[in-house]
């Protein structure tokens, strides 16, 4: 079983999901920094000319509360971040957050959204998720329905009609009506999908900001980037993204040596210890190789039964979306499909493409970026676009300017003052590069060489995209490659002028596999073949670098047939006398793969569709 190779190291990264970028802060009992935080810079951009907010002193107060959750009673254990002269004759707005997966209350990230909101005026809640620290019940990956409701008890509290267990009560957060308390949400991954699990429980959440979460849960962990990933009716599994999704799992039934002393309603059973069973099950059939259509189908239920993407039309929260360049674990696709479903439903939404994801370890982000755990909100865009969307919506600021609808960071500006640039929308493929026999990526079908090339894969993987887990745990990462004889590539001239590609690259591909077509039709995914498209770029020197070392893996419906892939979004700069490269490979070491070998042909010329590369160029300064 391939995931049982993923590092054992990984336990001792418990915040394997808390945000990348934020380091590690002691919570605070009191502090100064801190203001109203009410309409400074309204009626600009995302409150540009903001400045730190004067000192304003907080208290906390940890608290214990049990919810309902799933059919079940939970403890969650909390912190109330309280600003002082805030009471029940002057109430104020309060910011609900949780952890990133394998954290706490207590871990850099989360206990600093309850300090930068005290600071700003805000009542803060900050609580461990279901299944962490000293939270009780089992890991649900943030269910509506469990995780859902355990945070709905927690507005009930805000509300002030829920005590927490000692008996303290909440009779100083703002209110909207009976029972209705004004309650934004504001975290990173884990703590951003329960975001939208919450709101789409209780309309009584009035903002969402999100950071560097998932759409699809499936997509996440077993992607195919194939656009119609249909055949024979039915819905076809990905490739595993083994190294991720083990990464998970060690972190979660490794708890009793992360926390000791556990809630016993945090264990199942000895054969899946710490998640909700359907999780458990989830992991082993990916991670067995073997994908009939009964188990694929379970599969598919339960990963999208607990994704935004099966409940975000009950979503009406307004949503700012916030996602990472750098991130091979939820890429901007993910939040492009959020951004657009809740846009067609008629939700306000609004999304940010930042620097930093998942992938950039726990270095700091760009010069200029928000970094959670310094709180640095008033001196980055992102972080004045969050202020201002509080400012919008939770304290109803109708001056407050909460930006252009997509912003997008560009990491080939100098000036961290122009690092974003904006658009009322994603920028769709608008330019067709073909494929042609001789290696090249020409700019028209007339160009295009006749030729035959074929690639076939081996045992164990044979290109390298990335250690998944590496930059989250210290270890180094070898640069991308791809053995001889393993993959196909196409490579345009050198380029004249400066390319700028924002948004996620198509290509519609016709291969040739005899083998696969004697055995894809089997009932199990697993005999249909698996590529891996992704996009270089080549300096003059020979250089190659795999953009944000993201690929596309692919499990083809039907070889018999042309498919079109979605490649992962990217914000690249291909610089003049640098070269485009187009790549498919056999195989890729952070995703499972073929079984069996299966040769691998691609002809273009007379009588053959040329494949096309489309590419979302826009215009750049």
Known sequence: MRGARAPLAA??????????????????????????????????????????????PYTVTPLKFTVPAGGRSCTVDADLYRPAGVDRAHPAPAVLATNGFGGS??????????????????????????????????????????????????????A??????????????????????????????????????????????????????????????????????????????????WQWMNGFYLIGEGQPLLVPNLDPSRVNSLDCLHFVTRACETIRTLNSGRYPADRTQRLLDFARGVSPASYLPKVTAPTLLVQGQADTLFNLNEAEATYKTLKAH????????????????????AAGELDLGKGNFESSYVGRRVLAWFDR??????????????????????????????????????????????????????????GSREYRNRLGPTSHSERSLAGMIGL??????????????????PLTTPVDVVGAPEATLRV??????????????????????????????GKQTLVRRLVAPVRVPDVRRPFTVSLPGIVHRYEKGHRMRFVIAASDGAYGGNRGVKPVTVVSGPGEPAGVLRLPVVDGP
């Open 160 to 241: 002030g009609a829920r005590a927490a267990d000692n008996g303290t009560r909440a009779d100083f957060v703002t209110r909207d009506g009976a029972g209705d308390p004004r309650v934004g949400m504001l975290g990173a991954s884990y703590g951003g999908a329960v975001q939208l699990a919450t709101a789409a429980v209780d309309h009584r959440v009035d903002a969402l900001v999100p950071l560097i979460t998932w759409n699809d849960l499936a997509y996440s962990l077993a992607p195919n980037n194939a656009v119609d990933r249909t055949a024979q009716g039915r819905e076809v599994l990905g490739a595993a993204k």
């Open 346 to 365: 008629g939700t306000t939404a609004k999304m940010i493409w930042q620097s930093w994801g998942h992938s950039r370890g726990m270095g700091a982000p």
């Open 476 to 493: 180094p990462d070898p640069a991308p490659s791809d053995a001889k004889g393993t993959y196909l590539d196409w490579t345009t001239g």
């Open 105 to 158: 209350k207590d871990d850099g990230s989360t206990a600093a959204i309850g300090r930068a909101a005290a600071e700003r005026g805000y009542v803060g809640l900050v609580y461990s998720g279901l299944g962490f620290g000293r939270s009780g019940c089992l890991i649900s990956l943030d269910d509506p329905e469990i995780d859902g409701r355990a945070a709905s008890g927690l507005l009930d509290f805000l």
């Open 393 to 450: 919506y939770l304290r109803h600021d109708r001056s407050a300017d909460t930006g252009p609808d997509f912003a997008y960071y560009r990491d080939w500006i100098g000036d961290p003052g122009r690092t974003y640039a904006t658009a009322s929308e994603v920028p769709a493929p608008s330019r067709e590069l073909y494929l042609s026999g001789d290696g090249k990526l020409v700019d028209s079908p007339g160009k295009v060489a006749p």
């Open 11 to 56: 336990l001792a990264a418990a915040a394997l999901l808390v945000p990348p970028a934020v380091a590690a802060a002691p919570v605070a009992t009191a502090a100064g920094a801190g203001g109203a935080g009410g309409a400074a810079g309204a009626g600009r951009a995302g409150g540009a000319g903001r400045t730190a907010p004067e000192s304003r």
């Open 512 to 541: 040739v596999s005899p083998r696969t077509e004697r055995v894809q039709d089997s009932g199990d995914a697993a005999d249909k073949l698996v590529l891996f498209a992704k996009l270089y770029d080549v300096a003059p020197d």
